[in-house]
C-alpha cells in the first residue's frame, strides 16, 4: 500500500428539516467488514493521537464532530488530511503511518477498524515502520 491509497470517502447524508442523518455499511461505504469500534475525545489542545502503522488492519477515520488533522506517510510520501465533515471518512489501509492532531475543541474521532485490538499488529516507532517498510 502506499499514500494514494489513503482516500477521502463520502458516506451518504439524509437531510430532513428535523436534521441530518449519515449511516455506514461494512463492505459498502466502507470497503472491509467492521471488527471494532472506538472514538477518541477530549483530547486536550496541542496534543495528539495515532502516531502508528498497523501491520493488517484498515481503519476508516471520521471526524463526527469537530475537526482534525490526520498525517500519512508511506515512508515516501507525505499528506495531511483534515476531516471536518460528519459525512466523510479517511480510508487508512494497512502499512499506513496515521498520526491524528490539531483537535479542535470538543471533536469527536470516531473510527472504524478491520480488526479486534491485537498490540502485534501495531508498529509504534516510525524508524521500525521505516525498516517494516523495507526503506
Not at 502506499?2 to 455506514?24: A, F, H, M, V, W
Not at 475543541?105 to 508498529?123: P, Q, W
Request: charge should be negative; glycine fraction near 8%; hydrophobic fraction near 40%.
Amino acid at each position: 500500500m502506499n499514500i494514494n491509497d489513503c482516500k477521502i470517502i463520502s458516506l451518504p447524508k439524509e437531510e430532513d428539516p428535523r436534521g441530518s442523518l449519515t449511516y455506514i455499511y461494512e463492505n459498502v461505504q466502507v470497503p472491509f467488514p467492521i471488527k471494532r469500534v472506538f472514538y477518541i475525545y477530549d483530547v486536550p489542545a496541542g496534543k495528539d493521537r495515532g502516531a502508528h502503522a498497523h501491520k493488517e488492519c484498515w481503519q476508516f477515520i471520521i471526524a463526527a464532530s469537530g475537526a482534525l488533522e490526520v498525517f500519512l506517510s508511506d515512508g515516501k510520501e507525505e499528506r495531511v488530511i483534515t476531516l471536518n465533515r460528519p459525512y466523510q471518512g479517511l480510508l487508512v489501509p494497512p502499512g499506513i503511518w496515521a498520526h491524528e492532531r490539531e483537535f479542535t475543541t470538543g471533536a469527536l474521532c470516531l473510527v472504524l477498524a478491520s480488526h479486534d485490538y491485537d498490540e502485534g499488529d501495531y508498529i509504534r516507532q516510525f524508524d521500525a515502520f521505516l525498516k517494516w517498510r523495507g526503506l
